[in-house]
């Protein structure tokens, strides 16, 4: 906004004109000489314009200013904030090592499938023998780094057709050591569903493979099992290339992302799925 030949009163100095202005200052003819002010600060509180819509005019300029200086200022707070996080995060990473499969697949029952997608969060059963029998299972593996992978077979169905219903990475403060209740909750943000015909082609054999037993694809008993971290990189990338809306696409990336920096995980270096349906 241009001020220069503006007539002015200031508080201490009297009247005078505007001769000169940057984005930063003014320069004031006053009788006794010219001085400089802070452009716009100084108006307001020591200068006042004498044309009315001028300071009309002016005022809506340095409303406009406050609200971007706020807004910045916000901007500032908000990314210490993300940084303050991000070294606590880091931190925490220290503390342990990262294990090479310190993901959770879970087998869903009929009312767990109804359920987790709206709730978010899935149950790791109860202890089935020993002192702690009927207690709530903890998923000692489980850290923020970690994955839990949902998924579940109709009955009538061989398990050869257990299908991946959708993941979660889990609550960036979850430690499944203390987990008192044995319920592992979602991230926030970091979550996927598939649609019933993208399950159909997300088989979790094609990813799961005993070492031991290469051929094997059982599933005999317990809630859960750990999970490979590479494998759930292969999962995230094959959702990624199944996905069309680019919403979903954009999601499902920013997912890959997060659990391979979480995982110290190479997205570029991983080999192609080669679990036991594939063998």
Request: a negative charge; charged letters at 35%.
């Amino acid at each position: 906004m241009n001020l220069i030949n503006e007539e002015i009163t200031h508080k201490t100095f009297g009247e005078g004109d505007i001769v000169d202005q940057n984005e930063s200052s003014i320069t004031i003819n006053f009788n006794e000489g010219e001085k400089k002010f802070v452009y716009p600060d100084a108006f307001g509180k020591f200068i006042t314009l004498k044309d009315r819509d001028t300071a009309k005019s002016l005022k809506k300029v340095i409303s406009k200013r406050e609200t971007e200086k706020k807004e910045l200022e916000k901007k500032r707070e908000e990314e210490k904030e993300r940084q303050a996080l991000e070294q606590q995060r880091r931190k925490k990473l220290k503390n342990y090592k990262v294990h090479e499969s310190s993901q959770i697949v879970f087998w869903l029952d009929e009312e767990e499938q109804q359920n987790v997608f709206t709730d978010w969060q899935v149950s790791a059963g109860k202890v089935q023998s020993g002192k702690n029998k009927g207690e709530p299972n903890r998923p000692a593996r489980l850290r923020p780094n970690s994955a839990s992978l949902l998924t579940a077979r109709t009955s009538e169905k061989p398990e050869t057709e257990r299908q991946i219903l959708g993941l979660y990475m889990v609550n960036e403060t979850f430690t499944g050591t203390l987990s008192e209740d044995g319920m592992v909750p979602a991230h926030a943000q970091f979550r996927i569903e598939l649609t019933d015909q993208e399950a159909e082609k997300m088989l979790f054999w094609n990813y799961y493979i005993d070492k031991n037993y290469s051929h094997r694809m059982t599933w005999n008993s317990g809630k859960y099992r750990y999970f490979d971290n590479v494998w759930t990189v292969q999962i995230l990338k094959d959702i990624i290339a199944l996905k069309t809306a680019e919403d979903e696409i954009k999601e499902a990336e920013s997912f890959l992302k997060y659990f391979c920096k979480m995982n110290a995980v190479d997205m570029d270096d991983i080999p192609e799925p080669n679990g036991a349906l594939k063998q």
